[in-house]
Protein backbone atom coordinates (compact mmCIF):
# COMPACT_ATOMS: atom_id res chain seq x y z
CA UNK A 1 0.00 0.00 0.00
CA UNK A 2 2.89 2.97 1.22
CA UNK A 3 4.22 2.48 -2.91
CA UNK A 4 1.23 3.64 -3.77
CA UNK A 5 1.84 7.63 -2.38
CA UNK A 6 3.79 9.69 -4.16
CA UNK A 7 8.00 10.18 -3.15
CA UNK A 8 7.32 13.63 -1.47
CA UNK A 9 4.51 12.18 1.34
CA UNK A 10 6.80 8.99 1.73
CA UNK A 11 9.48 10.98 2.76
CA UNK A 12 7.29 13.15 5.67
CA UNK A 13 7.58 12.16 9.31
CA UNK A 14 4.74 13.37 11.28
CA UNK A 15 4.51 17.01 12.39
CA UNK A 16 6.67 17.34 15.15
CA UNK A 17 4.37 18.96 17.71
CA UNK A 18 1.94 15.92 17.14
CA UNK A 19 5.21 13.62 17.72
CA UNK A 20 5.91 15.11 20.92
CA UNK A 21 1.95 15.16 21.58
CA UNK A 22 2.03 11.50 21.16
CA UNK A 23 5.13 10.59 23.46
CA UNK A 24 3.64 12.68 26.15
CA UNK A 25 0.29 11.02 25.92
CA UNK A 26 2.29 7.34 26.20
CA UNK A 27 3.99 8.27 28.97
CA UNK A 28 1.26 10.81 30.81
CA UNK A 29 0.36 7.57 33.51
CA UNK A 30 3.85 7.12 34.61
CA UNK A 31 4.74 10.67 34.80
CA UNK A 32 1.73 11.33 36.64
CA UNK A 33 2.30 8.60 39.43
CA UNK A 34 5.78 10.29 40.14
CA UNK A 35 4.09 13.75 40.52
CA UNK A 36 5.21 14.80 36.99
CA UNK A 37 2.19 15.58 35.21
CA UNK A 38 3.14 16.76 31.96
CA UNK A 39 3.35 20.55 31.48
CA UNK A 40 3.03 21.79 28.13
CA UNK A 41 5.30 24.12 26.66
CA UNK A 42 5.74 22.99 23.24
CA UNK A 43 2.97 23.70 20.97
CA UNK A 44 2.30 27.40 20.38
CA UNK A 45 -0.86 27.54 21.85
CA UNK A 46 -1.96 29.87 24.43
CA UNK A 47 -4.29 28.15 27.40
CA UNK A 48 -6.59 30.89 27.76
CA UNK A 49 -10.05 31.48 27.45
CA UNK A 50 -10.85 33.50 23.72
CA UNK A 51 -12.33 37.19 23.89
CA UNK A 52 -16.07 36.53 25.85
CA UNK A 53 -17.01 38.48 22.69
CA UNK A 54 -16.45 35.57 20.09
CA UNK A 55 -18.76 33.42 22.47
CA UNK A 56 -21.47 35.71 22.05
CA UNK A 57 -21.28 35.82 18.42
CA UNK A 58 -20.47 32.59 17.27
CA UNK A 59 -23.49 31.44 19.87
CA UNK A 60 -26.08 34.05 18.17
CA UNK A 61 -24.63 33.39 14.92
CA UNK A 62 -25.41 29.68 15.15
CA UNK A 63 -29.26 30.11 15.93
CA UNK A 64 -29.19 32.44 12.23
CA UNK A 65 -30.82 31.21 9.10
CA UNK A 66 -28.37 30.28 6.52
CA UNK A 67 -25.73 29.53 8.44
CA UNK A 68 -25.38 26.21 8.32
CA UNK A 69 -24.65 25.93 4.76
CA UNK A 70 -21.49 26.03 2.67
CA UNK A 71 -19.85 29.49 2.66
CA UNK A 72 -17.49 30.87 -0.30
CA UNK A 73 -14.16 29.77 -0.18
CA UNK A 74 -12.89 32.92 -0.34
CA UNK A 75 -14.99 34.12 2.86
CA UNK A 76 -18.32 36.12 3.88
CA UNK A 77 -18.27 39.37 3.12
CA UNK A 78 -18.71 40.58 6.60
CA UNK A 79 -15.16 38.89 7.07
CA UNK A 80 -13.45 39.97 4.46
CA UNK A 81 -14.63 43.70 5.06
CA UNK A 82 -13.53 43.19 8.52
CA UNK A 83 -10.13 42.41 7.74
CA UNK A 84 -9.90 45.23 5.22
CA UNK A 85 -11.00 47.50 8.14
CA UNK A 86 -8.07 46.05 10.15
CA UNK A 87 -5.54 46.59 7.76
CA UNK A 88 -6.45 50.37 7.53
CA UNK A 89 -6.38 50.70 11.41
CA UNK A 90 -3.59 48.64 12.15
CA UNK A 91 -1.16 49.38 9.52
CA UNK A 92 -3.02 52.77 7.48
CA UNK A 93 -2.73 49.87 4.39
CA UNK A 94 -5.71 49.70 1.93
CA UNK A 95 -6.77 46.45 1.01
CA UNK A 96 -9.36 45.84 -1.84
CA UNK A 97 -11.61 43.56 -0.35
CA UNK A 98 -12.97 42.00 -3.94
CA UNK A 99 -9.38 41.12 -5.29
CA UNK A 100 -6.60 41.28 -2.46
CA UNK A 101 -7.97 39.35 1.08
CA UNK A 102 -8.57 35.93 0.97
CA UNK A 103 -10.26 33.77 4.20
CA UNK A 104 -7.80 30.68 5.96
CA UNK A 105 -8.23 28.00 7.69
CA UNK A 106 -5.48 29.07 9.71
CA UNK A 107 -2.57 30.91 8.59
CA UNK A 108 -0.28 27.10 8.17
CA UNK A 109 -3.00 26.01 5.17
CA UNK A 110 -2.17 29.23 3.49
CA UNK A 111 1.36 29.06 3.59
CA UNK A 112 1.37 25.39 2.98
CA UNK A 113 -1.11 26.04 -0.30
CA UNK A 114 1.04 28.93 -1.87
CA UNK A 115 3.93 27.29 -1.98
CA UNK A 116 2.42 24.08 -3.47
CA UNK A 117 0.93 26.86 -6.15
CA UNK A 118 4.56 27.75 -6.35
CA UNK A 119 6.83 24.79 -6.77
CA UNK A 120 6.88 22.50 -9.93
CA UNK A 121 7.16 19.28 -8.15
CA UNK A 122 9.99 17.02 -9.26
CA UNK A 123 12.15 14.18 -7.20
CA UNK A 124 15.19 15.44 -9.60
CA UNK A 125 17.08 17.19 -6.63
CA UNK A 126 19.30 19.39 -9.14
CA UNK A 127 15.58 20.54 -10.66
CA UNK A 128 13.71 21.43 -7.27
CA UNK A 129 12.43 25.12 -7.38
CA UNK A 130 13.68 26.46 -3.67
CA UNK A 131 11.82 28.91 -1.35
CA UNK A 132 13.94 30.73 1.07
CA UNK A 133 13.14 30.07 4.78
CA UNK A 134 14.39 31.70 7.85
CA UNK A 135 16.83 29.23 9.94
CA UNK A 136 15.28 28.71 12.95
CA UNK A 137 12.55 29.37 11.78
CA UNK A 138 8.72 27.75 11.82
CA UNK A 139 9.46 24.14 11.59
CA UNK A 140 6.17 23.67 9.14
CA UNK A 141 8.12 25.44 6.33
CA UNK A 142 10.39 23.11 5.30
CA UNK A 143 7.70 19.91 5.88
CA UNK A 144 5.33 22.08 3.48
CA UNK A 145 8.72 22.84 0.93
CA UNK A 146 9.28 19.08 1.06
CA UNK A 147 5.73 17.56 0.44
CA UNK A 148 5.79 20.00 -2.74
CA UNK A 149 8.28 18.36 -4.05
CA UNK A 150 10.73 21.61 -3.97
CA UNK A 151 13.66 22.60 -1.47
CA UNK A 152 13.72 24.80 1.41
CA UNK A 153 17.03 26.73 2.01
CA UNK A 154 17.87 28.35 5.17
CA UNK A 155 18.50 31.60 5.92
CA UNK A 156 20.64 31.73 8.80
CA UNK A 157 19.35 34.44 11.77
CA UNK A 158 21.88 35.14 14.08
CA UNK A 159 22.45 37.64 16.91
CA UNK A 160 25.17 39.02 14.51
CA UNK A 161 22.95 39.70 12.09
CA UNK A 162 19.98 41.50 14.64
CA UNK A 163 18.45 38.48 13.00
CA UNK A 164 17.91 40.29 9.59
CA UNK A 165 20.30 38.61 7.14
CA UNK A 166 21.59 40.65 4.25
CA UNK A 167 19.65 39.11 1.37
CA UNK A 168 22.64 39.19 -1.05
CA UNK A 169 24.54 37.10 0.89
CA UNK A 170 22.29 34.75 1.12
CA UNK A 171 22.44 35.17 -3.39
CA UNK A 172 26.22 34.36 -2.85
CA UNK A 173 25.76 31.35 -0.23
CA UNK A 174 23.59 29.97 -2.09
CA UNK A 175 25.00 29.95 -5.94
CA UNK A 176 28.44 28.41 -3.33
CA UNK A 177 26.17 25.92 -2.88
CA UNK A 178 25.76 25.01 -6.23
CA UNK A 179 21.90 26.58 -6.41
CA UNK A 180 20.96 28.89 -9.15
CA UNK A 181 18.88 32.05 -7.70
CA UNK A 182 16.80 31.33 -11.38
CA UNK A 183 15.09 28.38 -9.27
CA UNK A 184 14.61 30.35 -6.82
CA UNK A 185 10.24 31.47 -6.43
CA UNK A 186 9.97 32.46 -3.11
CA UNK A 187 11.48 34.07 0.03
CA UNK A 188 9.68 33.68 2.95
CA UNK A 189 10.22 36.14 6.80
CA UNK A 190 8.48 35.76 9.76
CA UNK A 191 8.43 39.10 12.04
CA UNK A 192 8.10 38.40 15.24
CA UNK A 193 9.62 35.22 14.86
CA UNK A 194 8.63 31.88 15.81
CA UNK A 195 11.44 30.64 17.48
CA UNK A 196 13.48 33.34 18.93
CA UNK A 197 10.44 36.54 19.15
CA UNK A 198 12.99 38.53 17.24
CA UNK A 199 11.10 41.71 15.32
CA UNK A 200 12.91 43.27 12.27
CA UNK A 201 12.49 47.08 10.88
CA UNK A 202 10.46 48.77 8.60
CA UNK A 203 13.32 49.43 6.12
CA UNK A 204 14.57 45.68 6.79
CA UNK A 205 10.80 45.24 5.06
CA UNK A 206 11.68 47.63 3.03
CA UNK A 207 14.84 45.66 1.59
CA UNK A 208 12.78 42.57 1.21
CA UNK A 209 10.02 43.72 -0.80
CA UNK A 210 13.13 45.18 -3.38
CA UNK A 211 15.12 41.95 -3.20
CA UNK A 212 12.16 40.14 -4.15
CA UNK A 213 11.04 42.89 -7.03
CA UNK A 214 15.19 42.64 -8.39
CA UNK A 215 14.86 38.70 -8.32
CA UNK A 216 11.79 38.16 -9.43
CA UNK A 217 10.00 36.19 -6.76
CA UNK A 218 7.19 36.18 -4.50
CA UNK A 219 7.64 37.36 -0.81
CA UNK A 220 5.60 35.95 1.59
CA UNK A 221 5.58 37.51 5.05
CA UNK A 222 3.86 35.49 7.79
CA UNK A 223 2.38 38.05 10.80
CA UNK A 224 0.98 35.21 12.68
CA UNK A 225 2.49 37.41 15.19
CA UNK A 226 2.23 40.82 14.60
CA UNK A 227 0.21 41.61 17.36
CA UNK A 228 2.28 39.60 20.02
CA UNK A 229 4.98 42.87 21.37
CA UNK A 230 5.30 43.57 24.66
CA UNK A 231 4.41 46.80 26.31
CA UNK A 232 7.13 49.66 25.06
CA UNK A 233 8.66 47.42 22.73
CA UNK A 234 7.72 48.95 19.26
CA UNK A 235 4.71 47.48 17.34
CA UNK A 236 5.88 45.30 14.42
CA UNK A 237 4.83 45.98 11.09
CA UNK A 238 2.84 44.86 8.24
CA UNK A 239 5.00 44.36 5.02
CA UNK A 240 2.26 46.47 2.86
CA UNK A 241 4.00 49.66 5.26
CA UNK A 242 6.85 49.19 2.84
CA UNK A 243 6.86 50.58 -1.06
CA UNK A 244 5.71 48.70 -3.37
CA UNK A 245 4.80 45.88 -1.34
CA UNK A 246 1.77 44.77 -3.51
CA UNK A 247 3.81 44.39 -6.34
CA UNK A 248 5.65 41.55 -4.93
CA UNK A 249 4.38 40.28 -1.40
CA UNK A 250 1.65 38.17 0.21
CA UNK A 251 0.66 38.55 3.91
CA UNK A 252 -0.64 35.68 6.23
CA UNK A 253 -2.56 36.55 9.46
CA UNK A 254 -3.67 34.10 11.79
CA UNK A 255 -6.44 35.01 14.83
CA UNK A 256 -4.88 31.85 17.44
CA UNK A 257 -2.05 33.80 18.60
CA UNK A 258 -3.59 37.16 19.07
CA UNK A 259 -6.87 35.78 20.38
CA UNK A 260 -5.64 32.19 21.60
CA UNK A 261 -8.52 30.92 19.02
CA UNK A 262 -5.67 27.74 17.74
CA UNK A 263 -8.53 25.34 17.27
CA UNK A 264 -11.26 27.73 15.35
CA UNK A 265 -8.87 27.05 12.58
CA UNK A 266 -9.08 30.89 10.86
CA UNK A 267 -7.13 33.58 9.40
CA UNK A 268 -6.52 35.71 6.13
CA UNK A 269 -3.96 36.27 3.56
CA UNK A 270 -3.78 39.79 1.22
CA UNK A 271 -1.57 41.27 -0.95
CA UNK A 272 -0.48 41.25 -4.32
CA UNK A 273 -4.20 40.17 -6.64
CA UNK A 274 -2.80 37.57 -8.70
CA UNK A 275 -1.39 35.59 -6.16
CA UNK A 276 -4.17 36.22 -4.18
CA UNK A 277 -6.30 35.37 -6.93
CA UNK A 278 -4.34 32.06 -7.80
CA UNK A 279 -4.10 31.18 -3.99
CA UNK A 280 -7.88 31.22 -4.07
CA UNK A 281 -8.45 29.06 -6.97
CA UNK A 282 -6.31 26.32 -6.07
CA UNK A 283 -8.24 26.50 -2.39
CA UNK A 284 -11.46 26.34 -3.58
CA UNK A 285 -10.80 22.91 -5.71
CA UNK A 286 -9.52 21.51 -2.00
CA UNK A 287 -11.41 23.52 0.26
CA UNK A 288 -14.88 25.08 1.03
CA UNK A 289 -13.54 27.92 3.54
CA UNK A 290 -14.65 28.00 7.37
CA UNK A 291 -17.89 27.54 9.19
CA UNK A 292 -19.99 31.13 8.66
CA UNK A 293 -20.46 31.50 12.67
CA UNK A 294 -16.58 31.34 12.97
CA UNK A 295 -16.43 34.03 10.22
CA UNK A 296 -18.93 35.94 11.96
CA UNK A 297 -17.43 35.92 15.59
CA UNK A 298 -13.80 36.55 14.25
CA UNK A 299 -15.23 39.81 11.99
CA UNK A 300 -16.84 41.06 15.12
CA UNK A 301 -13.68 40.50 17.30
CA UNK A 302 -11.11 41.80 14.68
CA UNK A 303 -12.50 45.69 15.15
CA UNK A 304 -13.74 45.90 18.49
CA UNK A 305 -12.39 47.53 21.56
CA UNK A 306 -12.79 44.05 23.48
CA UNK A 307 -10.31 42.66 21.05
CA UNK A 308 -7.60 45.41 21.26
CA UNK A 309 -7.77 44.83 25.48
CA UNK A 310 -7.76 41.28 25.22
CA UNK A 311 -4.32 41.40 22.89
CA UNK A 312 -3.07 43.90 25.21
CA UNK A 313 -4.03 42.02 28.75
CA UNK A 314 -2.32 38.50 26.80
CA UNK A 315 0.75 40.38 26.24
CA UNK A 316 1.33 41.34 29.92
CA UNK A 317 0.50 37.90 30.53
CA UNK A 318 2.99 36.39 28.69
CA UNK A 319 5.48 39.39 29.61
CA UNK A 320 5.11 38.12 33.42
CA UNK A 321 4.86 34.34 32.31
CA UNK A 322 8.57 35.24 30.41
CA UNK A 323 9.57 36.88 33.71
CA UNK A 324 9.12 34.21 36.00
CA UNK A 325 10.56 31.59 33.63
CA UNK A 326 13.90 34.03 33.15
CA UNK A 327 14.20 34.72 37.00
CA UNK A 328 13.84 30.71 37.47
CA UNK A 329 16.39 30.06 34.30
CA UNK A 330 18.95 32.06 36.06
CA UNK A 331 18.83 30.33 38.97
CA UNK A 332 19.91 27.15 36.99
CA UNK A 333 22.28 28.74 36.31
CA UNK A 334 21.69 29.89 32.25
CA UNK A 335 23.53 32.60 30.99
CA UNK A 336 20.26 34.99 30.82
CA UNK A 337 22.24 38.34 30.88
CA UNK A 338 23.50 37.53 27.74
CA UNK A 339 20.73 35.81 25.78
CA UNK A 340 18.67 39.19 25.00
CA UNK A 341 15.05 37.19 25.77
CA UNK A 342 12.44 38.76 23.12
CA UNK A 343 9.99 41.53 24.08
CA UNK A 344 7.49 39.62 20.90
CA UNK A 345 6.13 36.40 20.84
CA UNK A 346 5.75 33.88 23.83
CA UNK A 347 8.64 31.83 22.72
CA UNK A 348 12.16 31.49 24.69
CA UNK A 349 15.08 30.53 22.82
CA UNK A 350 17.50 28.87 25.30
CA UNK A 351 20.89 26.60 24.94
CA UNK A 352 21.09 23.37 26.26
CA UNK A 353 23.27 22.87 29.48
CA UNK A 354 27.09 22.17 28.15
CA UNK A 355 26.67 18.73 29.36
CA UNK A 356 24.16 17.36 26.55
CA UNK A 357 25.00 16.50 23.40
CA UNK A 358 22.01 17.42 21.47
CA UNK A 359 18.80 19.24 22.28
CA UNK A 360 16.80 16.03 21.40
CA UNK A 361 18.75 14.02 24.24
CA UNK A 362 17.87 17.23 26.81
CA UNK A 363 14.31 17.74 25.74
CA UNK A 364 13.76 13.71 26.25
CA UNK A 365 15.81 13.79 29.16
CA UNK A 366 13.41 16.82 30.90
CA UNK A 367 10.09 15.06 29.84
CA UNK A 368 11.17 11.91 31.36
CA UNK A 369 12.55 12.87 34.61
CA UNK A 370 9.93 16.30 35.50
CA UNK A 371 7.09 15.80 32.72
CA UNK A 372 8.38 19.23 31.36
CA UNK A 373 7.63 19.12 27.26
CA UNK A 374 9.85 21.73 25.03
CA UNK A 375 10.99 21.32 21.49
CA UNK A 376 14.33 20.92 20.56
CA UNK A 377 15.71 23.85 18.61
CA UNK A 378 16.66 21.36 15.75
CA UNK A 379 13.04 20.90 14.62
CA UNK A 380 13.32 24.54 13.63
CA UNK A 381 16.48 24.26 11.27
CA UNK A 382 20.48 23.45 11.17
CA UNK A 383 20.83 26.34 13.40
CA UNK A 384 18.44 25.16 16.25
CA UNK A 385 20.99 21.91 17.27
CA UNK A 386 22.15 22.94 20.55
CA UNK A 387 19.01 25.32 21.73
CA UNK A 388 15.57 24.71 23.24
CA UNK A 389 12.64 26.12 22.58
CA UNK A 390 9.44 27.12 25.21
CA UNK A 391 6.37 28.00 24.74
CA UNK A 392 5.26 30.45 27.94
CA UNK A 393 1.81 29.37 27.10
CA UNK A 394 0.85 27.78 30.83
CA UNK A 395 -0.48 29.35 33.18
CA UNK A 396 1.83 31.20 35.84
CA UNK A 397 1.32 29.01 38.51
CA UNK A 398 2.65 26.10 35.71
CA UNK A 399 5.16 28.27 35.02
CA UNK A 400 6.84 28.67 38.98
CA UNK A 401 6.27 24.53 39.37
CA UNK A 402 8.08 24.22 35.97
CA UNK A 403 11.17 25.90 37.56
CA UNK A 404 10.59 24.20 41.20
CA UNK A 405 10.65 20.56 38.93
CA UNK A 406 13.97 21.55 37.27
CA UNK A 407 15.48 21.99 40.51
CA UNK A 408 14.47 19.24 42.19
CA UNK A 409 15.47 16.90 39.76
CA UNK A 410 18.65 18.51 38.93
CA UNK A 411 18.26 19.84 35.40
CA UNK A 412 21.36 23.26 35.91
CA UNK A 413 23.54 24.83 33.70
CA UNK A 414 26.51 22.22 33.86
C1 LIG B 1 5.18 31.35 12.43
C2 LIG B 1 3.85 30.68 12.40
N1 LIG B 1 3.09 30.82 11.31
C3 LIG B 1 1.90 30.23 11.20
C4 LIG B 1 1.41 29.43 12.22
C5 LIG B 1 0.10 28.74 12.02
O1 LIG B 1 -0.92 29.31 12.75
P1 LIG B 1 -2.46 29.05 12.41
O2 LIG B 1 -2.53 28.03 11.32
O3 LIG B 1 -3.06 28.58 13.68
O4 LIG B 1 -3.00 30.37 11.94
C6 LIG B 1 2.18 29.23 13.36
C7 LIG B 1 1.69 28.36 14.45
O5 LIG B 1 2.40 27.98 15.35
C8 LIG B 1 3.43 29.88 13.46
O6 LIG B 1 4.21 29.74 14.53
Redesign the pocket.
Known amino acids: MKDLFNDYVQSLETYIMFQIKQETQRLTPELTQKERKPISLS??APVERPPELVYEKIKEAMQEDGMHTYTTPKGEAYLIESIAKRMKARFNVEMDPKTEIFS?I????G?ANIIRALINPTTNDKDKDIILIPDPG?A?YKEMVKVSGGLSYGIPLTPENNYMPDLEDVVKNLEKDGYSMKKVKALII?YP??PLGAICTKEYLQKAVDFCKKYNILLIS?A??VDLTFEGAPKAHSVFEAEGAKDVAVE?F????PYSM?GW?I?WVCGNKEAVGILGKLKSTIDTGIYKPIQKAAAEILNSKEGDEYIVEANKRFERKQKIIIDGFKELGWPMEKLNPPKATFYLWLPIPPKYKTSKEFTDAVLQKSGVVLVPGNAFGEKGEGWVRMSIVASEEQMHEVIRRLKEDGFYFE
Open positions: MGLGSKEIYSNNNDAYFSFSKTRG
